[in-house]
């Protein structure tokens, strides 16, 4: 099932709850943005208190990143618990009607904006989660990826996968005219 269209007629006075699998293109994701190579699944539920909406859910799915240390591709499973409030435009008059994600980052950083970055103006009555959803994915993406913690890279001499094997570089590079001498001492005759 595709992301539905809700408007908050559709919301149950005890609340609704709803889950669907989502592809990019429904998140309206570039591949500049994100790649995902499946579906992510989406698992939400909305509740009406007052003029607001509050929505809670879960995206889970695999993203598709390429390592910064080794440039290979890699993918992540990710599992992004969020939870927001959408609200009358009204009533967000002192915010910007729509805040692009490079401010949000900026908010986040910052120390004053305590929880209003998660809020989201109701279009018409409409609760637009598309775009939410994917402020969520790029919001969550590392800004350093790694494969793994222990990622070796590559070599910066030769370009060798240092995780397949070493290369050599490093330890030649270390080869000083002090380190053959001192190795000439620890030789087979011993030390002098
Ligand atoms: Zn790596
Ligand atoms: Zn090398």
Redesign the pocket.
Known sequence: MALPILTVNDIAEDGISLACELGADELALGPDDARLPGQVSLSVELVKVESSVYVTGQLCGVLVEECVRCLREFEEVIRLPFSVEYRESESLSRQPAKHSTRERRGALAGESAVGEEDVYPLSGSRVELGEMLREQILLARAVHPVCREDCQGL??????D?NERR????ERGRETPFAVLQKRRDGPHGKI
Not at 155 to 160: E, S
């Open positions: 070599c910066p001499v030769c370009g060798q240092l290369c050599g570089c490093a």
